[in-house]
């Protein structure tokens, strides 16, 4: 039900998706008769792997998490994390309020041990392939184990879509020099380096799209700013690019003329294939689509949730946790 | 002397930046006997406005700032800001390394009353035109007052150069609700709203370059992030673009018949006309040029100090900031 569109968008994107995905299932969340009246838009439909399960509410896009989480108990959003806790659903996906997401899945599925809270995290595009980067706007204040959390997390959420062994990690700074940052991010540096991570060290902006490391870390101020900042930045090159090819008769000339080459660099940057983002360090698979993306963009956001319950990612994340704790345990008690 | 390539940009930009304006004057700071040697490889330049000033030191680029200004005593970039002190000169331009620069300004200008720190602002293009944001790596932890501080001198700045009357001015946040970001944003949100500021209130990341406001407030970690993050994003797009261009024979010729296109696409997008950064807050114009840029970039450094220089920007950063420190002693009084 979620998003900006709704059900013209998370519909369609789901009949699309089973007819990609022979072997997928889908629970559709909401309310049944618009569902239903959805679907009876579309011709050929998977109905005998796809099902629709009723919920009477809805989490409106600015409704507050708090109050969301106490009025509206019986929400699409709700009653799909619902369905992943009982284990009818390997993972639920939303385009809706990021907030209440949040909040809900966490006091239904709960963090995994070792996990104060859950991170969001992206993959994004870089010139070498994609990096991973959390957290994007969850924890606004983070604590050094915060932010070694993250680093694990994202380590293990590469390696297990990916196949990558030992995925490098950085951490966001403002200069490579271990003396630069603030003291929360110099502490978490430390932590980084003593765990069993393959550390990078400090990375800048400008490293994010280069790919220098597969995992970004950061907290979720920065991580959030940097992401919307790329948004924008990238809608205004768009939009100076389609200014220039417009100008005049001439230069709509030149745009038909290169319109093969600007259709494929339009498909490499667009932002639909890179939706999706994963709310890790939840004792389930839950995934945040954008919510002004259209069918294109939540087809993504499904794949991205396909793709890591098709992996072990939360049993690797709280192995990695589990050995983590001990070897700070450890190494207490040998500074005892 | 500064930049990673030096004389080399630093000479053929002054030149070239005296052409344009005929009523200009440049003293420019280093070692004599290089400097001669460079400008003898240019034809004619207008030495009548030109004056050399020999400083036996150079900062390196990576030089500790302490370690610059304990040992560094005659650095041309030393020099050149004692001679903003003396009034000799009107406004210092470094290519160097910014950390040594700042604290040398900071140490020989001396901070205008009332400003705590100085911050490094930035005019960046937007899809309405510029937005000035500031702090951009000055200051890694920031207290409300700072911000309100950056506030008044991105202001200030503003309309000193464009001579737009009440600039607005935005507060980067990761939400446009009032509840959203840490403590430290929610201050600063109260008290610019309080001063005799256009305060348009919460900006996030995608405001940046849709230029939602004429200033962007931001601590010194968060701008640093946002300014390489973007400076990334567009280095990936662009070499994206150039290799769709340049996939094949037949793309080749399609980014022929588009270059004219392409080339006022890539002009409008250049960097190097938005380089040079103020160093905002201090009793004297400090400019910071970008030390991998070339000499075009650097005579943007230099026309943006030329433009300050022009303007009565710094008298009025400190008008404005006496006006505030008033305005916070009548409100205490009042409240006494």
Redesign the interface.
């Known amino acids: 039900m979620g998003g900006d569109v709704g059900l013209k968008v998370t519909v369609p994107a789901s009949i699309q998706f089973l007819q990609d995905h022979p072997d997928a299932r889908l629970i559709l969340v909401g309310d049944q008769t618009a569902l239903e009246a959805e679907l009876a838009l579309h011709g050929s439909v998977a109905r005998d792997r796809l099902r629709l399960h009723h919920a009477s509410q809805v989490v409106g896009m600015d409704e507050s998490p708090q109050l969301a989480m106490k009025n509206k108990k019986d929400s699409s959003m709700r009653v799909a994390i619902n369905l992943v806790k009982e284990g009818e659903a390997q993972a639920a996906v939303s385009a809706g309020n990021t907030g209440a997401l949040m909040a809900t899945a966490r006091f239904v599925l709960k963090t995994i041990p070792g996990i104060d809270r859950p991170a969001i995290a992206k993959l994004l595009?870089?010139?070498k392939g994609t990096s991973c980067m959390l957290d994007l706007?969850a924890n606004?204040?983070c604590t050094p184990a915060q932010l070694l959390q993250f680093g694990i997390m994202g380590s293990e959420l590469v390696s297990s879509l990916s196949g990558k062994a030992n995925p490098t990690v950085g951490l966001?700074n403002?200069g490579s020099e271990d003396i630069?940052?603030?003291e929360t991010v110099k502490q978490a540096a430390e932590l980084l380096k003593d765990a069993a991570l393959n550390f990078y060290g400090n990375v800048?902006?400008?490293?994010?799209?280069?790919g220098t490391v597969d995992v970004v870390v950061?907290d979720?101020?920065?991580g959030?700013?940097?992401?919307?900042?790329?948004?924008?930045?990238?809608?205004?090159?768009a939009?100076?690019?389609r200014e220039?090819?417009t100008?005049s008769w001439w230069?709509r000339l030149?745009?038909l003329?290169?319109m093969?080459?600007?259709n494929?660099?339009k498909k490499?940057?667009d932002a639909r294939r890179y939706n999706g983002a994963s709310l890790l360090g939840l004792r389930g698979i839950v995934v945040k689509s954008h919510g002004g993306t259209d069918a294109l963009g939540f087809r993504y956001a499904l794949e991205q949730a396909c793709e890591e319950a098709g992996s072990s990612v939360i049993a690797h994340i709280a192995e990695r946790v589990a050995e983590q704790l001990q070897h700070i345990k450890q190494s207490e008690a040998a500074a005892n």
Chains 1, 2 share one sequence.
């Open positions: 595009p870089t010139s706007g606004v204040d966001l403002i630069k940052g603030n800048e902006g400008n490293d994010i799209y280069r950061c979720g101020f920065t959030n700013v940097a992401l919307k900042t790329s948004e924008g930045l990238a809608h205004m090159i939009s100076f690019l220039e090819f100008r230069t030149c745009a003329a290169a093969p080459v600007l494929h660099f490499r940057v």
